[in-house]
């Protein structure tokens, strides 16, 4: 498998080429094109032009300012510290307590108590996940288990915020999304008003397998179950708007004592488990770690160290393919579903799984 040179694409991910000089396309296209590259410019300043009159605007609308989902990650905990030391907000973090490991958990507690920031706690049927993993994995859509597993499970802790700030008034929901976080044709900064206020965010192939009540499919947010008139919180992504650099989250967060150590705020360590087994999935499914288009693309845009990717690249997949270190989540998370490897199957089509916007099919959402 090669690799471009500079940004560590490698040739096999769709779309990529490799030119003689060892530089891939989109390495060609980000140099040759200042206009696009100017054009992302004035829209991310046009976001946090938007972001600072928010927030803003948001003090003393309710009882806290604004809901974060905070998952014990780098970038939710560094969200947390910018929105309460740098504008003054008065934040209420919200965890989903699924899947999160007991490294992110001491992230969490640690920088709840640094920042003296107020906590919810949300603690879903674990049978639930349990039974929608074990679905998805082996009903994979063909963007295989990384996609499919969050683009399913992620709607469920987005819409859990969601329902929060409803309940309490809350006119801001702040998700520490880094760029390129989700694909940009779900969020580019804010969920759009369409998909908050008009969309079932129930996906489709669910209901049409059969495998899940009402009251499972009820978990996801669907904003018709709410009255008329009713005012639906606004999205955001703040690291949209904000300059990005994932090196350097990494280090203010340990030297602000948010985290403990640089392992901690290492989304290698802190990310949920069964991501381990997602990954594992996908690299036997395409040859490449799904995520690293994601790194990538911010190494192209120098948010993201090369010389860091392109040690831990490889190391992390030779991991995860010998299941080794903290890669043995990916026998632990087989096991916990019960689950063979033969099981990890692409059985569906491109957007199975997408929520439909009114107006819209699958394929253009």
Not at 99 to 126: C, E, F, G, M, Q
Not at 312 to 332: H, K, Q, W, Y
Not at 360 to 365: L, R
């Amino acid at each position: 498998m090669a690799r471009c040179k500079n940004c560590l694409i490698p040739d096999v991910v769709p779309g990529v080429i490799l030119q003689a000089n060892g530089i891939c396309n989109f390495c060609h296209q980000e140099a040759e094109q200042p206009i696009v590259v100017a054009a992302e410019e004035e829209a991310r300043q046009a976001y946090e032009a938007d972001l600072e009159r928010t927030l803003k605007e948001c003090r003393g609308k309710a009882e806290y300012d604004c809901v974060v989902p905070l998952s014990g990650g780098k970038d939710s905990i560094y969200l947390l510290y910018r929105l309460k030391r740098d504008y003054g907000l008065n934040v209420l973090a919200f965890t989903v307590d699924a899947n999160i490991p007991r490294l992110a958990w001491d992230n969490i507690h640690r920088a709840l108590v640094k920042l003296d920031i107020d906590h919810v706690t949300y603690r879903p049927s674990h049978a639930f996940y349990e039974k929608l993993f074990r679905y998805l994995l082996r009903n994979q859509e063909e963007r295989g288990a990384v996609y499919t597993i969050s683009y399913v499970y992620a709607p469920l802790f987005e819409g859990d915020a969601i329902k929060l700030a409803l309940e309490k008034g809350i006119p801001l929901v702040l998700a520490g999304y880094s760029p390129g976080q989700p694909e940009p044709g779900r969020m580019l900064y804010e969920f759009s008003r369409t998909l908050i206020g008009e969309a079932d965010w129930t996906p489709p192939e669910l209901k049409r397998s059969g495998e899940f009540s009402d009251t499972e499919l009820g978990r996801f947010f669907n904003p018709k179950r709410y009255p008329t008139g009713t005012q639906f919180p606004r999205y955001l992504a703040p690291f949209h708007a904000w300059t990005y650099n994932q090196e350097e989250i990494m280090r203010s967060v340990v030297d602000l004592g948010l985290v403990a150590t640089s392992k901690h705020a290492n989304p290698i360590h802190s990310n949920y488990p069964i991501n381990w087994l997602l990954m594992y999935s996908d690299l036997k499914a395409f040859g490449y770690n799904p995520y690293l288009p994601e790194f990538s693309a911010l190494i192209r845009r120098g948010k993201a160290s090369r010389s860091y990717w392109r040690v831990m690249s490889p190391v992390l997949d030779f991991m995860i393919l010998n299941r080794l270190g903290p890669a043995r989540e990916v026998t632990r998370s087989l096991h916990g579903l019960a689950l063979r490897f033969e099981e990890l199957c692409i059985t569906k089509p491109r957007g199975a799984y997408d929520p439909i916007l009114p107006g819209m099919s699958p394929s253009e959402y």
